[in-house]
């Protein structure tokens, strides 16, 4: 193992309840519709991008929308709900730290936007933590796209296969998989077991505190 990518929102942090109502909050407001907690657990991970054009389509609104602005929106609303508190999930320091002990890289890599990552990550103290960060605006392409994985391999200096990634969503596992990298799933983001090996997890977990070291091996040792 050289190196390990971490997600955020669902692997690092409680996020999801947060996020949810931030979508339903403004698509409420701008639109007259509710977000379902099902129907936004299927997009959850994703490219938030997006997530918002889905959101639209489901619900029938049609012509010209602008995506970025409401986008914008969500994340103001988002980012209120985080201030309220911000839950860690148990193992994510004890991992980070172990990891580090090992001597392996580990980033950070989130559908996020830089501001919201940054906000998240000096609220919880995480962010010290890592030797790379990549948000949504390095790339083109957000999750199921394998970029933000890819991004951060570059920044680590270190092969695809040579890295493990820590996913609770399914975009973000099928983003690993196309990246040529080894998928951990974790299943603090609502996702099952069967699904997040369905996806192509290659190790499932219920919690980074179940996570044993020892069992993340790159390709080629």
Not at 52 to 62: G, Q, Y
Not at 90 to 103: A, M, S, W
Request: glycine share 10%; aromatic share 8%.
């Amino acid at each position: 193992m050289k190196a390990v990518i971490f997600d955020m929102d669902g692997v690092l942090i409680d996020s999801f309840v947060n996020h949810w109502k931030g979508y339903d909050a403004v698509m409420k407001k701008r639109f007259g519709f509710n977000v379902g907690k099902k129907e936004f657990l299927k997009l959850f991970g994703g490219d938030p991008r997006d997530i918002t054009r889905k959101l639209l389509e489901n619900h029938v609104i049609t012509g010209r929308q602008d995506i970025e602005g409401i986008y914008d929106e969500k994340k103001k609303v988002y980012e209120r709900y985080c201030r309220q508190g911000i839950v860690v999930f148990p193992g994510v320091f004890e991992t980070l730290d172990g990891l580090k002990g090992r001597g392996a890289k580990i980033a950070l890599a989130s559908s996020s936007s830089k501001e919201t990552v940054e906000s998240m990550m000096k609220a919880t103290k995480l962010g010290v933590k890592f030797d790379a960060v990549v948000g949504l605006e390095d790339v083109e392409k957000g999750k199921p796209n394998p970029d933000l994985f890819l991004k951060a391999a570059e920044r680590l200096k270190v092969r695809p296969e040579d890295c493990w990634v820590v996913e609770d969503s399914l975009p973000g596992v099928e983003a690993g998989k196309k990246a040529g990298m080894k998928v951990i799933g974790v299943q603090t983001g609502f996702r099952t077991r069967v699904e997040l090996e369905k996806a192509g997890a290659d190790l499932v977990v219920e919690n980074l505190e179940n996570l044993k070291l020892e069992d993340l091996k790159t390709t080629n040792e």
